[in-house]
């Protein structure tokens, strides 16, 4: 039978961390390092999941039985809820056979449970000739991330689905895609996983605590995130690069930072960065540092002799597209 394949980006957060889940805006950029999904009809009424880069092979689950979350390895529990969303949303009744293939480890919090739920969805519409704008395939998704999760802004469904770079605001309420030419950032990943639900929670109880000042640091991200956004559309490096080390500070009070992002952030600024950062929920996971084309180098050559590990990684990809 007929095989459809479709991908997505991966993404980057590059400013308004946590400020997002309280419905300030962020800006995101997608990245093209992508998840493959292919998708095929078949005769049994179930569905087959092969993930290997998530360690699942041979999975099957009756097709009436997809809303169960028992028993559901880790790793495909997103295409699960992502298939009877689809399915339940379209009223379709059909054995499918899903494999999936990731140009990047789950471990770098670029987002990759969005990335699959995304190509998934836009695969499925391709296979079942459903026409989907994005606006449809983001709720679908964001629906799924809600059901597997509980809380998501839903801004790496963004990324993932328009491409590019964008300005987002929680629940798809404001995508506005910010027409930049080129973002030479350098990554480098600091060799520990992020915990995000943890360090969300972290910085909820801290608003508990004092609700006045974290609103009010809240408020400075957004001031961050408004002015980034226009230096991004200018290109202005010099600019931008202190409102990343602006953001770091905030996020810094927070406490959401740590000595490896920090040790990382500064090997960045004096091998000559414009700014640094760290990348997404803090904890771990990435930092992200802006240089010059020229300056590239040199600055991930300072963030591996600090211990991080250099992503070569592309910013401003393309959207999910059938392949």
């Not at 494999?99 to 990335?115: H, P």
């Not at 060799?191 to 929670?201: E, F, I, Q, S, Y």
Request: hydrophobic fraction near 45%.
């Amino acid at each position: 039978m007929k095989k459809i394949k479709a991908s997505a980006p991966g993404k980057l957060m590059l400013f308004g961390e946590h400020a997002v889940v309280y419905g300030y805006p962020c800006i995101v950029t997608a990245v093209e390092q992508r998840v493959r999904v292919e998708v095929q009809k078949i005769e049994n009424d179930i569905l087959k999941i092969e993930a290997p880069e998530v360690g699942v092979r041979g999975y099957t689950k009756k097709i009436k039985s997809l809303g169960e979350k028992a028993n559901i390895p880790k790793g495909v529990i997103f295409l699960n809820m992502a298939v009877k969303n689809f399915f339940k949303k379209y009223k379709i009744e059909s054995g499918l056979k899903i494999k999936t293939k990731s140009e990047f480890s789950s471990e770098f919090g670029f987002g990759s449970s969005s990335a699959v739920t995304v190509a998934a969805i836009k695969a499925l519409a391709e296979l079942f000739k459903i026409k989907l704008k994005n606006k449809q395939l983001f709720d679908l998704a964001y629906k799924t991330v809600l059901e597997v999760q509980g809380v998501g802004s839903g801004f790496d469904l963004a990324a993932a689905i328009w491409g590019g770079t964008l300005l987002f605001v929680t629940g798809g309420r404001k995508i506005v895609p910010l027409k930049i030419k080129e973002l030479p950032l350098v990554v480098g990943y600091t060799g520990v996983k992020a915990d995000t639900p943890t360090l969300v929670r972290k910085v909820a109880e801290l608003r508990q605590r004092y609700p006045q000042l974290v609103d009010g640091i809240f408020d400075n991200i957004n001031f961050v995130v408004e002015e980034a956004k226009n230096s991004l559309i200018e290109g202005d490096w010099q600019k931008t690069g202190e409102l990343m080390i602006l953001n770091q500070g905030l996020l810094e009070a927070l406490g959401v930072n740590t000595k490896k992002l920090s040790d990382l952030i500064f090997a960045a600024l004096d091998a000559g960065a414009y700014g640094a950062k760290l990348s997404g929920a803090g904890g771990g996971d990435c930092m992200i540092a802006l240089g010059s084309e020229r300056m590239k180098r040199e600055i991930a050559q300072a963030v591996e002799k600090a211990g991080g590990k250099y992503l070569e990684v592309k910013p401003n990809a393309e959207g999910v597209r059938i392949e």
